[in-house]
């Protein structure tokens, strides 16, 4: 069932997204008019086998890419009109990350990993990162850099990261992806946690069924159409 | 400013792990900086000293100096000049008159030429003329002898010893240990001895007609403003065929050769400092591939591409900082070289301190290359995607036309050029050089490119497999190929042409020396000596050449205006110091055919026995052409001469050009055989002798018999101006060698930014199951090529410049030193081997299991 909302009361809302590239000559259509609202605090799963278009439909929410038509509005803004730099802005105003692979600057300790988004708002991290590290469980390794630490631990540095400057939506992208079981589910849990600690409107992508139930809503994806959208 | 902060803290936090990914960038920097501040600093550290003692180097506070004895109005100028000054005894005088004549030590019997100068106490009244022992020079009018310790060593004399000099004898007191202004190379022309000037008459050798020089030199009262008398007697004096110097006068011509010596090697400086950017642009290159993800990463976390290229440029800028401070220490180390390459051609003690000003430009300019080449690799941090976080395949499709990289480009050229136009101090110049360095880099370029294209073309397919291996890592994803052959080929570029000028410009000297070339003249013969010199060589063994009649005189009037009037023309120094040629002293000869260092290139050469007759009259002269451009005059145009006070008219008829370099009796001004048969004259006679031994045995028995001929062993000369060359030459060889340097530090960063793939494929292969040996080869293969390509169109440059530089700069024959030219692309090709298998050391000390557990 879709639902329609108004739009102050919308977190993220797509409309006819389209996306298609030019693999080897021929038009390659990614994704085929894509439409959704989500509302602010809610916990989408966006779900479906590898190549339905998930990643491709992550990064245009994100604004990381442009789409070939239709719409995005974050939390009230169009980013189609938005250039690549004023949609950089907006991400680091209101949008938060947390990738398969970690995605951790090597050269930064983990500490100055989290306070990256606080700092390129170009406030004082003060002891924010620091309190995070703790709440993530990694109080005392804050002086590491990211080869020195496991890829739990890095996952929990860039779930800090990505909840350090309280962003409004946050993407997820396979986060246990790179993980064993157990250490996988400890990273959902604080990810579930802090979702709800911090009232984060959360978009997770995964094909992880288990990690998937936990969402409020499941939207399927298969060969760039939205086959199912369930809400719980 | 909030951006601000950011870009500080993230450039300051990033840094730390940068600093040694970018290390061959410092030691980029570092290399050309260290150049230039040697350089700089040391043409500083020159010129101070040229400032310092330009007094001593005088001897005075004003000189004058003539060709001939100082006329009574000369003497009447010279008392007008003290009297201006103040009232009598206010201003010292010491009057110093030089010449050549030959020296023979009667206990040793041997012979020869010095240069005499015959001094009048209180001279140098600045500076010191230091002798062993230290007394010698007061007691000068004593009425001994102070010679060049190389004259005691020539004629194997020691203090004490009597030698005589014309007709005196003298006894040795003392030999001269330092003189102001002293020039090695002078020496070559004769040591130089001292004599009281009470003595001069003695030796009987200044006859009227003497080549002798008469100089007097004045202390003035420090009241005395040297320049403002200068300006007032300059031009009477002028007109009297004296010329007059002050301190003012010596230090501006000082600066103004010595500024120009320090200039040139400042390019070559520059040189190696842009290359040095060069490498920095290639090091930065790699550096961005590498950071790809980070730059993706803090993309994704919303940071403008503005600002990461911001953080990256700031890293840059500081590491260039570090390099700049470093290369002036470095630089510092090695200005302390540089006089003793120099030593030698310098007429001035000169004084090392660091100069803080060279240290500043240096360091200044080093941080300003380094951003100039640092941007237009950074720019490319602005097109990466934040997509590259979700898809490590992601690659960002350049802008077609990028406006950034545009304007970069531009300032990079701009910047090139400013460097250039800086160093060189004038702006044809510094135009002239970044054209060249432009046009250099850009046969490189296409050689370079041509390489690439060609080997991943025309690979043939039937090559053993580790060859191909080996060259097609030219042109894969991420190859250095083309600015490794920029840096390399440039550098030996410069070095083959630096070699290729010096052979050149010695060959030309050495040919000279070839064959029946003669090598030993004997001036001043007067007319009854010929029979006896041509007697006395003949009878020693020795063929005399034809005697050469010298006879002197002076221009009175060109074109119906009288010379002295042109003279006493008001003008300042410099309009005064260019009538050189009007004022001049010629020593002109007759004869009636061309030489073969000469050729007539206006007008026609007369033919024999055309100066004899009816038709004679008024004689033909034929000029040099440089001569006839400074005086005005062309064929048809007269010029009266003053023979020893006699007018004689004369009509330019031809004009030559002659080659000056060539050792043979050559003349600013001819005559047919007829007209000065009568004047006052001597003859200079040609001799070719072998062996430095016979060549001394015969000078001494002329010395002994006919005294007042003087002889000069021509091959010393040579010499001396062979060492001279080969001293500026190692000068700007070692100047030169930094460009090389830089060359083999970018060729390290190279190596450096591809051996983790190197070592990767070298290692699947041996996991696959080759040989060491056989990866050494692959490694062969690729290097051998960059360093082979590199040499051969350095070469190909070298060879190119060269001939341009040697046909039409120095107006002479052009040949290819095959070796010298083949050992430096020799040592290029293995530059770049050591340092291709430095970097693939990894592959054999490390086993496959080893790397591939480190993926």
């Known amino acids: 069932m879709m639902r329609t909302g108004v739009g102050f009361l919308c977190m993220l809302r797509t409309e006819s997204l389209t996306k298609s590239y030019l693999s080897g000559g021929r038009e390659l259509r990614v994704l085929h008019g894509i439409t959704f609202d989500l509302d602010p605090g809610g916990f989408l799963a966006i779900v ?47 949008v938060g990350f947390v990738f398969q692979a970690f995605n951790l600057i090597p050269t930064l300790t983990a500490r100055e990993n989290v306070q990256v988004p606080l700092e390129l708002r170009g406030e004082d991290p003060g002891n924010r990162a620091q309190a995070l590290l703790s709440r993530v469980g990694l109080d005392g390794r804050g002086h590491h850099y990211p080869a020195q630490l496991s890829g739990g631990e890095q996952q929990r540095v860039a779930l800090a990261r990505a909840f350090v400057h309280r962003p409004k939506l946050l993407f997820a992208d396979e986060p246990t992806g790179n993980l064993d079981a157990v250490t996988g589910a400890r990273v959902i849990e604080l990810l579930t946690e802090l979702n709800e600690e911090q009232g984060t409107t959360l978009v997770l992508v995964t094909h992880d069924p288990e990690l998937a139930s936990r969402a409020h809503r499941v939207i399927r994806l298969r060969d760039g159409v939205v086959v199912e959208d369930k809400q719980r | 400013m909030k951006s601000l902060r950011f870009v500080l803290l993230m450039a300051a936090r990033e840094g730390r792990a940068s600093l040694a990914r970018l290390s061959l960038l410092l030691a980029a920097v570092a290399v050309g900086v260290a150049a230039l501040v040697a350089v700089n600093s040391f043409t500083d550290n020159l010129l101070e000293s040229v400032r310092g003692q330009a007094r001593a180097l005088l001897g005075a506070d004003l000189a004058v100096s003539s060709g001939a004895p100082f006329t009574p109005r000369t003497l009447e100028i010279l008392r007008d000049l003290e009297l201006a000054v103040g009232p009598a005894g206010e201003v010292s005088v010491a009057r110093v ?19 005499v100068a015959a001094v009048q106490p209180g001279y140098p009244f600045y500076g010191h003329i230091e002798t062993q022992p230290a007394l010698a020079w007061d007691r000068l009018g004593d009425g001994g002898i102070v010679a060049d310790p190389s004259l005691l060593s020539a004629i194997g004399a020691e203090l004490g010893d009597t030698l005589t000099l014309g007709e005196a004898r003298f006894t040795l007191t003392g030999v001269v240990t330092n003189l102001p202004g002293d020039v090695a190379v002078r020496a070559a022309f004769g040591p130089r001895a001292y004599i009281a000037a009470g003595r001069l008459d003695e030796t009987k050798l200044l006859v009227v007609g003497s080549r002798a020089r008469y100089e007097a030199f004045l202390r003035l009262p420090a009241s005395a403003d040297a320049q403002r008398l200068a300006e007032r007697f300059r031009v ?65 976390l919303g940071a403008s591409g503005r600002k990461v290229m911001a953080v990256y440029l700031v890293q840059s800028a500081a590491l260039g900082v570090l390099g700049s401070l470093l290369g002036a220490l470095l630089g510092v180390a090695v200005q302390l070289l540089l006089p003793r390459l120099l030593r030698e051609l310098l007429p001035v003690d000169v004084v090392i301190a660091p100069s803080w000003r060279a240290i500043a430009l240096g360091v200044a300019l080093g941080v300003w290359t380094t951003l100039a080449f640092a941007l237009l690799p950074l720019l490319a941090v602005r097109r990466v995607s934040p997509l590259a976080v979700l898809r490590r395949d992601y690659e960002a499709t350049p802008a077609p036309r990028d406006r950034g990289r545009i304007a970069a480009a531009i300032l990079l050229g701009i910047s090139i050029v400013a460097l250039a136009v800086l160093q060189a101090g004038r702006l044809g110049t510094g135009l002239g050089f ?34 191909r291996q080996g060259l097609a890592n030219l042109y894969r994803p991420a190859n250095q190929t083309v600015s490794v052959v920029l840096a390399l080929g440039f550098g030996a570029f410069l070095l083959g042409n630096v070699l290729l000028m010096q052979h050149n410009l010695l060959r030309e000297l050495r040919d000279g020396d070839g064959g029946d070339r003669p090598n030993v003249a004997f001036f001043d013969i007067q007319p009854d000596q010929r029979e006896v010199v041509a007697a006395t060589l003949r009878k020693l063994g020795a063929q005399p050449g034809q005697p050469v009649p010298i006879v002197p005189m002076r221009i009175e009037s060109v074109k119906g205006v009288k010379a002295r009037e042109r003279l006493a023309a008001p003008g300042d120094a410099a309009a005064v110091r260019e009538r050189w040629a009007l004022r001049r002293e010629y020593r002109s000869s007759y004869r009636d055919h061309v030489t073969s260092s000469e050729r007539v290139v206006a007008g026609a050469f007369w033919k024999p026995g055309d100066g004899r007759g009816a038709s004679a009259t008024p004689p033909q002269v034929s000029l040099d052409s440089g001569v006839a451009r400074e005086l005005g005059v062309g064929v048809g145009d007269e010029i009266v001469w003053d023979v020893q006070g006699l007018s004689v008219a004369s009509r330019v008829t031809s004009l030559r050009e002659v080659d000056w370099q060539r050792f043979e009796p050559n ?13 006052p004259q001597s003859f200079v006679v040609l001799s070719r002798i072998e062996g430095a031994t016979q060549r001394g045995h015969v000078q001494r028995r002329l010395a002994e018999s006919l005294p007042n001929v003087t002889s000069l062993d021509l091959s010393q000369i040579q010499q001396a101006i062979e060492n001279l060359l080969q001293r500026v030459g190692l000068a700007i060889r070692f100047m030169a060698s930094f460009s090389l340097a830089t060359g083999a530090v970018v060729l390290l960063g190279a190596v450096g930014a591809s051996r983790y ?17 056989q990866v050494r080869r692959v490694l ?30 120095f107006e002479q024959g052009f040949a290819v030193p095959v070796l010298p030219l083949a050992t430096l692309a020799a040592s290029v090709v293995g530059l770049t081997l050591l340092i291709g298998f430095w970097g693939g050391a990894d592959v054999y000390r490390r086993t496959p299991a080893d790397v591939l557990r480190a993926e």
């Not at chain 1, 990643?55 to 189609?80: E, F, K, N």
């Not at chain 2, 790699?286 to 730059?295: A, C, G, S």
């Not at chain 2, 690729?782 to 410049?801: D, N, T």
């Open chain 1, 48 to 94: 479906g086998p590898s190549g339905s278009g998930k990643s491709t439909l992550l990064a245009l929410l994100a604004g990381l890419d442009q789409p070939t038509s239709g719409r995005v509005v974050l939390g009230g803004t169009d980013l189609g009109p938005l250039s690549e730099d004023d949609r950089a802005r907006l991400r680091s105003e209101r």
């Open chain 2, 97 to 115: 008159t030089s010449f050549a004549a030959m020296t023979y030590a009667p206990k040793g019997g041997a012979t020869r030429l010095v240069q």
């Open chain 2, 236 to 300: 009477p004096l002028s007109a009297e065929r004296v010329t007059l110097r002050t301190v003012e006068d010596d230090q501006a011509r000082l600066t103004e050769s010595l500024g120009r010596l320090g200039r040139y090697l400042g390019l070559v400086a520059l040189v190696a400092l842009l290359l040095g950017g060069l490498g920095v642009a290639s090091a930065v290159h790699v550096f961005v591939k590498r950071k790809l993800d980070t730059i993706a990463i803090l993309r994704c």
């Open chain 2, 434 to 467: 970044a054209g060249g360095i432009g046009l250099a880099l850009f046969v490189l370029w296409l050689g370079a490119l041509a390489l690439v294209r060609g080997v991943r073309r025309f690979l043939p397919r039937r090559l053993p497999y580790l060859l």
């Open chain 2, 667 to 679: 003349f600013f001004a001819i005559f047919p055989e007829g007209p000065l048969a009568e004047a």
């Open chain 2, 757 to 773: 793939q190197r070592v990767r494929e070298g290692v699947l292969l041996r996991a696959l199951g080759a040989t060491r040996a």
């Open chain 2, 780 to 809: 062969f293969a690729e290097y051998a090529a960059l360093g082979l390509l590199s040499a051969l169109l350095a070469s190909g440059l070298a060879v190119l410049a060269g001939w341009a530089l040697t046909r039409f700069v």
